[in-house]
């Protein structure tokens, strides 16, 4: 195990992480290998009166640690037993690790969209999977959790026998966000059908997946920038890794999404005066929660809570309350 402080050669390196419009200013880093070193941290932490925070890849740093930062990178070990269907975890891993391991066996976990997000915290969090609908949270796969003290050091949990799925995305141009909004709030979803909807400044985004076939038709309302649509390896719906950047986001359980608040929403966050991305899932299917949708919010800087605050206040007869997922430096 490494130990740095500030001023040492490695220190900045290992407080770093996706985020980049925040990192942890940590009295000491622990950059722990084993279930040994994170005790001794934690016990650092605990004898001294500090504060301390885990950090595997900083993608959901809400806010930063000035006591111990505990530094999980190294500390990645994943294991897919292909007889029992399940995989182990260290607390560092990615799920790109995790999808690798399991694809030869035509195994996959319930990962979302990116697949350099760390395993533990997005489990911790519910996990919203591009199979989210079909299959339900990957909190809810979770077989057992191996912990010091509160410290998660690794998760063992159930993969499905899914080596393809039916996926797809298309893009419009933002003019075309009132009409691309319409259908698909109005689409009838089959329960095994995980969609998202994603505004990204001057495009509007459709992404689908499931094991089953289903139609897209009603989707194509407008000219599409571009379409994809098909069978392929569930590791091509899994995600991308993105380059580390500055972002603030947070998000809203809702109990109901009328048509004339989305596009509200929608218009809000365009004429902003920062730029606003907007996320939509639709919820139900296989996901046990009492929300209809989760509504998210991003923006490529730090400092737009408020304007952030004044999208989601049209939502606010709606508001349930938040998911631990898809916050992103915020208190």
């Not at 220190?11 to 996706?18: A, I, Q, T």
């Amino acid at each position: 195990m490494q130990i740095f402080r500030p001023g040492d050669t490695g220190y900045d390196d290992e407080r770093s992480g996706f985020q980049t419009g925040l990192r942890h200013e940590p009295q000491v880093i622990f950059a722990v290998e084993n279930t040994d070193d994170v005790r001794e941290a934690v016990g650092h932490a605990e004898g001294h009166g500090l504060d301390y925070a885990i950090q595997t890849t900083g993608h959901g740093l809400t806010t930063a640690t000035t006591g111990v930062l505990i530094s999980t990178r190294r500390m990645n070990g994943v294991e897919v037993d292909p007889a029992t269907r399940t995989a182990r975890a260290e607390a560092g891993a990615v799920w790109q690790q995790v999808v690798e391991k399991a694809a030869p066996h035509g195994l996959a976990p319930l990962s979302g969209d990116a697949s350099d997000v760390g395993v533990v915290g997005y489990t911790l969090g519910g996990g919203f999977s591009v199979l989210a609908r079909e299959f339900g949270f990957a909190s809810d796969r979770v077989l057992k959790t191996e912990k010091v003290g509160d410290v998660v050091t690794a998760l063992e949990f159930e993969l499905l026998d899914v080596g393809e799925v039916h996926a797809g995305e298309m893009f419009f141009e933002a003019e075309h966000a009132e009409a691309v909004f319409g259908a698909f709030h109005a689409w009838d979803l089959p329960d095994h059908v995980t969609p998202a909807l994603t505004t990204l400044g001057d495009v509007v985004r459709v992404t689908f997946a499931s094991t089953k076939p289903f139609d897209v038709d009603h989707l194509r309302v407008a000219p599409r920038l571009s379409e994809e649509f098909g069978l392929r390896p569930f590791a091509e719906a899994a995600g991308t890794p993105l380059p580390p950047h500055a972002y603030q986001g947070d998000n809203v359980l809702l109990n109901d999404l009328p048509l004339d608040a989305l596009q509200e929403v929608g218009r809000r966050a365009a004429h902003s005066s920062v730029p606003i991305f907007v996320g939509v899932l639709p919820l139900g299917g296989a996901l046990d929660t009492e929300a209809t949708h989760l509504l998210k919010l991003i923006s490529p800087q730090l400092g737009v809570e408020e304007l952030h605050e004044e999208v989601f206040a049209c939502l606010s007869p709606f508001v349930l309350g938040r998911s631990r997922n898809f916050r992103y430096a915020v208190g």
